[in-house]
């Protein structure tokens, strides 16, 4: 009986392992991007355009893979948060190349850069706020300062991709290098006792509270900051 006991306690280890390694498996690889962003993103979030069209078919590669993802059956939240941030901060990037780039000096001056054009991603063809959109949804709002929208006011644009296994500790990192940073948190004029918060902190306030907005509230929010 004993020996019967430990059989069974060794099959249990074994399937359980095996659904461990089915579960690190399913994580969508996001060391292309990383390699991508550690290339061409400084340390203040500033972007080397030319560097990066040098290496545009790389990007584009990785934005290729996202085309058909099923982020339903990626194995955690974690996961397709990590997937929606990624894919944002990419397609941005790539359509800064193609309508910015060389041509004007603003994605502010680009007609339906964030609502109009459309990306191939998880089966469907979204615009860059329908992508947010679905990150926003998971009702983490840590987002809001990991999503760049390619303007100097905006959360810096990082040297890495999010994971899984460090989007805890990344979303922390960004959120206190936001509000550290000078000109996009927050800035203290002591002499009036004043403090002054970016205008993200209206854009969707709701969520930054950990609140969910009314029912049948927009959570769009402008692109035109203060």
């Known amino acids: 009986m004993k020996e019967r006991h430990v059989f069974l306690l060794a099959i249990c280890i074994c399937v359980f392992s095996l659904g461990k390694a089915n579960a690190q498996t399913n994580q969508f690889d996001q060391s292309a991007l990383s390699k991508i962003l550690?290339?061409?993103?400084?340390?203040?979030?500033?972007?080397?355009?030319?560097?990066?069209?040098?290496?545009q078919p790389a990007l584009q590669s990785y934005l290729d893979t996202l085309r058909n993802v099923?982020?339903?059956?990626?194995?955690?939240?974690?996961?397709?948060?990590?997937?929606?941030?990624?894919?944002?901060?990419?397609?941005?990037?790539?359509?800064?190349?193609?309508?910015?780039?060389?041509?004007?000096?603003s994605v502010k001056k680009v007609d339906g850069f964030f609502d109009k054009n459309k990306h191939a991603?998880?089966?469907?063809s979204l615009t860059l706020d329908e992508i947010?959109?679905?990150?926003?949804?998971?009702?983490d709002p840590r987002i809001h300062f990991a999503v760049n929208c390619a303007s100097a006011s905006c959360p810096k644009l990082q040297p890495f991709a999010y994971t899984a296994a460090e989007l805890d500790r990344q979303l922390d990192?960004?959120?206190?290098?936001?509000?550290?940073?000078?000109?996009?948190?927050?800035r203290?004029?002591?002499?009036?006792?004043?403090?002054?918060?970016?205008?993200?902190?209206?854009?969707?306030?709701?969520?930054?509270?950990g609140a969910q907005p009314p029912a049948g509230t927009s959570?769009?929010?402008p692109r035109h900051p203060l």
């Open 38 to 55: 550690s290339r061409h993103v400084n340390a203040g979030g500033w972007v080397d355009y030319a560097g990066l069209r040098q290496d």
């Open 219 to 221: 959570q769009s929010r």
């Open 121 to 124: 991603i998880a089966g469907e």
């Open 132 to 139: 947010e959109k679905h990150g926003r949804d998971m009702h």
């Open 173 to 186: 990192q960004v959120a206190r290098e936001f509000f550290t940073y000078p000109g996009r948190g927050l």
């Open 70 to 105: 099923n982020v339903a059956k990626l194995p955690s939240d974690a996961s397709r948060l990590a997937f929606w941030i990624n894919a944002y901060n990419a397609f941005t990037l790539n359509d800064v190349l193609e309508y910015v780039d060389g041509k004007t000096d």
């Open 188 to 209: 203290v004029q002591r002499s009036g006792n004043t403090v002054f918060l970016s205008p993200i902190h209206t854009w969707d306030a709701g969520a930054l509270r």
